[in-house]
């Protein structure tokens, strides 16, 4: 029975594969005392199914391409927020991050020369306790075997545990408090007390609210109007607001009058409010002040829900697929409103391909120039690197003339999650049979020499970061989670410190983190190899 399954499942890789992807997300739901593999236990059955049918090999660019996935969907995300962390703050967070990556490799390089790994092992179980894909692809490149996919095997799920047992303990020690998870949308329904004589216009008054406060609604003389600038205004007009704080709505109203809400909301017999999904694509990554309306259709935007959060509806906010916007609008004009927008939910799951092929072939266009280094020889940015910083540029820029680089939320989350799964299960089913050879005689030393490396990184990020630099403690987590990489060990972080520092620490410090590691891999590869 045992060799008629192992025969099956070695004469058919696609079988194969798609049994490790169907297993190990089976696997990775299992919870021990609240760790789970998550989409790491991909890996690990297919290190399983590798080792029990040698035979089974995934031929061809399949893992490749789940890498380019993974990570063109990871710079698609973060594009805006790496680039505006390379200035303030997070350069200091890059540089700290960068620094405990060094250490970390220099751990590693001193251990595995002490005790003499091979290079390859070295490389390997560096990229495991990272838990970086690219940086195990860079590997494999430069040694040219699968070396490297054993040693990332053995020290992976050390790699995922480990920062989050130091966030747990650190957590225990400095006992941080935080302020409540700010909202990102007040409104409140204002009648108006007092005017200067002669009365004003709205333009006037607005001119006098707080910074990032809004007139969204004006009711005269029992009717409902659209803002307009010169719409003149009276003792016992009602002004609907809108504003990022509630400390600016409150400001705002206590200058302008009292309270007294329900007036605009309840009548809705000149405007009705609506919410419409943003699915066309000609409004994808266009500024709210450029924004197109239909010709003859009056209309107030009163706020974006982008996934679960409100949005004041400023200027400069850029519209995305998916988002759902709130409108002020005449009931007449109601259907021609959602024709403008498309209100389709169907947008939440589509993107555009034209803009994800260009993207991909200008990532790994990238990948292939050469970078000479004096003394060393001559590194690529890989598959790991090219497609990773080409999906930043475009990330931020995320929009160029018709082509829209952007991508919504769960699209991109299948794009990368699935691109993962398929170069794990690959390079799991690949490097079974090295697997079992190799840990039955170095495992627990390689196990070792990996958790120091990865403890010496985080070590260095939470204990130099809190106490020398005084980050704050949020801001911190989202470091050591980039630093590390998995995205299992920034979830960690989130519960620790709830409010959305970590994840845009996060956000700053993986992509750099991650090129670091590519071309550091390579550079060592070339000198102990001799390549």
């Known amino acids: 029975m045992f060799n008629a399954v192992s025969n099956l499942i070695g004469t058919q890789p696609i079988l194969a594969l798609f049994l490790a992807v169907g ?3 089976a696997v990775g739901q299992i919870s021990i005392l609240g760790f789970s593999l998550g989409i790491g236990a991909v890996l690990f059955v297919g290190l399983f199914l590798g080792a029990i049918a040698p035979k089974a090999q995934i031929a061809g660019p399949i893992g490749l391409i789940g890498l380019i996935m993974f990570l063109y969907g990871i710079g698609i995300l973060y594009g805006r927020q790496f680039f505006e962390g390379l200035t303030g703050p997070g350069r200091k ?3 700290l991050a960068l ?3 060094a250490a970390g490799l220099l751990v590693a390089l001193g251990l595995g020369s002490a005790f003499d790994v091979r290079v390859g092992h070295t490389l390997g179980l560096f990229a495991g306790s990272m838990t970086s894909t690219a940086t195990l692809q860079a ?5 040219g075997n699968k070396d490297p996919s054993v040693g990332y095997s053995v020290t992976y799920p050390f790699g995922v545990i480990g920062p989050i047992l130091c966030f747990y303990l650190m957590t225990r020690r400095v006992r941080p408090s935080f302020p409540p998870k700010p909202a990102r949308f007040h409104m409140a329904e204002v009648t108006i007390g007092s ?5 004003t216009t709205l333009r006037e008054v607005m001119e006098g609210l707080p910074a990032g406060t809004q007139v969204t609604g004006v009711r005269h003389e029992h009717r409902n109007l659209l803002p307009e600038p010169d719409t003149s205004l009276h003792v016992g007009d009602a002004l609907l607001l809108v504003g990022e704080t509630e400390e600016a709505v409150a400001a705002a109203t206590a200058r302008l009058g009292h309270l007294e809400p329900g007036r605009i909301a309840k ?3 000149d405007f009705s409010y609506q919410r419409f999904f943003v699915s066309k694509s000609n409004l994808v990554g266009v500024r709210l002040a450029d924004l197109p309306m239909p010709p003859g259709v009056p209309m107030q935007i009163l706020h974006v829900r982008r996934y679960d959060v409100d949005l004041v509806p400023s200027p400069d906010l850029a519209l995305e697929t998916g988002d759902r916007i709130g409108v002020i609008v005449p009931n007449e004009h109601i259907g021609r409103a959602r024709a403008h927008f498309g209100d389709t939910v169907k947008s939440a799951a589509e993107f555009s391909y034209v803009s994800l092929g260009f993207g991909m072939v200008l990532g790994v266009l990238l990948g292939l120039v050469p970078i000479p280094i004096p003394g060393v020889g001559t590194v690529t ?4 690197g090219g497609p990773l910083i080409v999906a930043l540029v475009l990330g931020r820029l995320r929009r160029t003339g018709p082509i829209t680089w952007v991508m919504p939320l769960p699209a991109n989350i299948v794009l990368r999650n699935f691109g993962l799964t398929l170069f794990l299960a690959t390079v799991g089913i690949n490097s079974g049979q090295a697997f079992v050879t190799t840990v039955a005689s170095e495992g627990p030393l390689m196990l070792l020499i990996g958790a120091a490396v990865l403890l010496a990184t985080v070590a260095i990020v939470l204990l130099a970061g809190f106490y020398a630099m005084r980050i704050p403690y949020d801001d911190l987590l989202g470091v050591a989670s980039g630093a590390t990489g ?4 920034l979830v960690y972080a989130t519960r620790m410190a709830p409010t959305e520092r970590p994840d845009i620490g996060y956000a700053m410090i993986f992509p750099s983190a991650t090129i670091v590691k590519v071309i550091a891999v390579q550079v060592i590869g070339l000198v102990m190899l001799g390549h």
């Open 23 to 25: 297993l190990g997300y």
């Open 93 to 95: 967070y890059n540089v």
């Open 99 to 101: 620094v405990a990556v």
């Open 139 to 143: 590997a494999i490149d430069v040694t």
């Open 195 to 199: 005017l200067p004589e002669g009365g």
């Open 267 to 269: 009548d809705r017999g």
């Open 381 to 384: 940015l890989g598959i790991g």
């Open 486 to 489: 998995n995205p299992a060990i």
